[in-house]
């Protein structure tokens, strides 16, 4: 079996050999080398010590040296190079206790997680797979390296990972694996928030996103996003929906993907979107009413669906960009557009011009996740807005302040006083531009201006 390996890592590895030793590509490149994937980076093992891969490179960074990890730098790119090593005790169920090296290559590759991470290769031997992690990437399978317990048992956050790859990867996780996963997830409460978030956004992120359901399957969302868990549990009897709300909500996430894809947007859109998906329905399950035909209601639950995704994305230490952009589109995605350009350009001042193409998105997602209810005419009223939205752009109409053909300076050369009232005067001349938007020119303003707040 033959990879084609960077000229830089085959170059690290002969190096490595001339000296003595050994030195193997390993883990997830080799993977997704395998896969026919190109893999985002190259990670080397080798039987050298950390301070003997100093000696051998000129140019080296001790980015984890304690756990016998030197970067290379090759050029302006890094190379993580790790000693083969056996861990120790993990006693927080996240990182050993002590590392000890070995020079046994076997020895170094049973410590990994799953099968298929635990492959290696270098040109001379080929590839060094003691577990069969080739086989179970033919039969797509995540399973794990050894005894599943002691795996999970030392770092908890495997567990979310096996279901993070099998989503990546559209595989199956292996049934002893899985009962691993049962018993000792409850060991994720050690796992720090930021962990979790990484591998949550890589599966909502990931090839099959619906495998959040497997999470919930195997009690991880019980620990990690428990509020998942109640909208799997929250039915929706209405005309309008076919699915509880946590189906729902998968498939608005699968119908964010074709979306994203189709419009060949970034990872970070994909990201963005996929959580506003996940959280635009968070608050229905604690605003159902029934009424007395036993049909479903969630009123106000675009504003809890909002405070409640603040409050998760905050407790899962994300940035302060993120936040902000995921509450807005919540907040809006079930906003009600007229068919009348002074309305549009009102919605498109409140909700903000920049953040109306992502919400386009959600709502389409959203109805495409409903049942067949309406649904064409929904998708055309949708259509029409975008349409209406898209007029009023390419136009240049004045939907915001920066907009207006004047500013508070040229207020003050007219002769109004600095302060609070400048302010007024200009949302004042917005509201009437967004309505006609051909007074927006700089002497018509001041007119008004003057008109309206007495200036002569």
Excluded at 419 to 439: A, D, Q, T, Y
Aim: glycine letters at 6%; charged letters at 30%.
């Amino acid at each position: 079996m033959h990879i084609d390996l960077p000229e830089k890592v085959d170059y690290i590895l002969k190096k490595l050999q001339e000296q003595g030793f050994e030195a193997y590509a390993v883990g997830g490149c080799v993977r997704d080398a395998l896969l026919g994937r190109e893999p985002e980076d190259w990670d080397i093992t080798t039987s050298a010590k950390p301070e003997q891969v100093k000696e051998i490179f000129r140019r080296t960074i001790d980015t984890g040296i304690q756990h016998g990890t030197v970067t290379v730098m090759m050029e302006k790119e890094g190379f993580e190079i790790t000693t083969y090593r056996i861990d120790g005790n993990y006693e927080d169920g996240r990182h050993p206790t002590e590392v000890q090296f070995t020079s046994d290559l076997i020895e170094d590759l049973k410590r990994r997680d799953f099968t298929i991470n635990a492959m290696a290769y270098n040109q001379d031997e080929g590839l060094v797979d003691a577990f069969d992690g080739a086989g179970d990437l033919t039969n797509g399978i995540i399973r794990c390296v050894g005894n599943p317990i002691e795996r999970f048992s030392e770092d908890a956050l495997r567990m979310l990972r096996a279901v993070r790859f099998a989503g990546q990867l559209d595989f199956q996780i292996e049934e002893e694996t899985k009962q691993a996963i049962v018993k000792l997830c409850s060991n994720l409460e050690k796992i720090s928030a930021e962990r979790i978030r990484v591998e949550l956004d890589k599966l909502l992120c990931s090839r099959r996103p619906d495998h959040l359901l497997t999470a919930s399957k195997l009690g991880i969302t019980g620990i990690v996003l428990p509020e998942f868990d109640r909208m799997l549990a929250t039915g929706q009897n209405h005309p309008h929906h076919q699915y509880n709300v946590g189906i729902h909500t998968l498939k608005a996430i699968e119908h964010v993907h074709e979306q994203v894809e189709e419009l060949e947007f970034d990872k970070k859109t994909l990201s963005l979107l996929s959580w506003t998906a996940l959280l635009h329905d968070i608050g229905k399950p604690l605003t159902k009413t029934v009424d007395e035909e036993g049909i479903d209601h969630f009123y106000y639950h675009v504003p809890k669906s909002r405070n409640m995704a603040k409050d998760i994305l905050k407790r899962l230490r994300w940035d302060n960009h993120t936040i902000d952009t995921v509450c807005r589109l919540v907040q809006y995605h079930d906003v009600n557009f007229s068919k009348k350009k002074g309305k549009m350009r009102r919605l498109m001042n409140e909700i903000g011009v920049e953040y109306m193409p992502d919400l386009f998105i959600i709502m389409k997602a959203d109805i495409l996740s409903q049942s067949m209810y309406m649904r064409e005419e929904k998708l055309q009223n949708l259509q029409e807005a975008k349409k209406l939205f898209e007029e009023i752009r390419a136009a240049g109409d004045p939907v915001d302040l920066k907009m207006l053909e004047v500013n508070g300076v040229d207020l003050q050369e007219a002769g109004f006083p600095k302060g609070k009232l400048l302010g007024v005067i200009l949302n004042g001349l917005l509201e009437r531009v967004m309505e006609e938007p051909e007074l927006n020119q700089k002497d018509i303003l001041l007119a008004l201006a003057k008109e309206s707040w007495g200036k002569e």
